[in-house]
């Protein structure tokens, strides 16, 4: 079976019944555009580690926003948004850490009315007043998703870092760890998830960010995509980096040049759902999807 016909079977099987095992499920229970954007932007940027643990985390922080992040990031005092998370704790991210996020995120719905549409802004700006140039030979340095997340960051980073020198907020690597900085090798993944929520457009994905080809996308690369994708032929690469990042999404490029991340959620499930085991269990293998271009089933 054609590689193609094999992840058109499973994108049919893995759809919106699957929400509730990803962290998009939260993103889902908002309608209007910049609730749909900070939410999805917090549970991007807080996806790593189990993800009924990430989901449990920001569900937290949505509630104490009573459910109406932007009313709530507009209309708190910064000083508000410091006391109401004092005491939150997700792995190594502290209170004060989320704090100088949010605070970031209010003066960019103030300031730019939306991540959109500073995102929108990015092509009348001077790339060159941005420092692009510390990507060095960085795989994805033509790529303009890449360089639109780099340029998120920064925004978002030197606002959290103003906001953190205002109030004199201790803030930890946590800040530094939930603003992953795209110049280094990292496979980025967080924000490459963020950008596949807002541009593409199913059951999924929201399709808000029209100014952004869904062929444009680049695959947030975890440790189920690196590990299946090594399995199906999609990768090479031995190192969950930039590199292995930019042969997968080429590789599904050419299996649907408008749409390569169209197999993201659903490949990601096999091993969320733990479908896919590390070694062949026939019990598994023997009725997944993907088993006709699977390496450790033909094995």
Request: hydrophobic share 45%; with cysteine; aromatic share 10%.
């Amino acid at each position: 079976m054609e590689p193609k016909d094999t992840l058109d079977r499973l994108y049919v099987l893995y759809k919106g019944e699957y929400l509730e095992s990803d962290p998009v499920c939260l993103v889902h229970r908002f309608q209007a555009r910049l609730d749909v954007e900070i939410s999805a932007l917090l549970a991007a940027l807080f996806a790593f580690g189990r993800a009924d643990m990430i989901i449990k985390s920001v569900e937290k922080i949505l509630e104490a926003m009573e459910m109406r992040p932007f009313e709530y990031i507009s209309g708190s005092p910064e000083k508000k948004i410091i006391s109401d998370f004092t005491e939150f704790q997700y792995r190594f991210v502290k209170g004060a850490d989320l704090a100088a996020l949010l605070i970031a995120l209010k003066i960019t719905m103030q300031r730019d009315k939306g991540i959109g549409s500073l995102l929108r802004s990015f092509g009348k700006i001077d790339v060159e007043a941005r420092p692009f140039s510390r990507a060095g030979n960085h795989p994805l340095k033509e790529k303009r998703v890449w360089r639109l997340c780099l340029f998120l960051r920064e925004i978002l980073f030197e606002r959290g870092l103003a906001a953190a020198k205002r109030h004199k907020l201790k803030i930890t690597r946590g800040f530094s760890h939930l603003l992953a900085d795209p110049a280094k090798s990292s496979a980025c993944k967080r924000w490459f998830l963020l950008f596949r929520w807002m541009v593409r457009k199913d059951e999924i994905d929201f399709g808000l960010w029209e100014f952004i080809k869904p062929g444009e996308l680049l695959m947030p690369v975890d440790t189920h995509i690196a590990r299946i994708g090594f399995l199906i032929g999609l990768t090479t690469c031995k190192g969950t980096g930039a590199a292995m990042v930019k042969e997968i999404t080429e590789n599904l490029g050419k299996i649907d040049p408008l749409d390569p991340l169209k197999y993201d959620f659903a490949l990601t499930r096999l091993g969320i759902l733990k479908e896919c085991p590390r070694k062949r269990v026939e019990k598994l293998c023997g009725k997944c999807a993907i088993k006709g271009i699977c390496a450790l089933y033909r094995a």
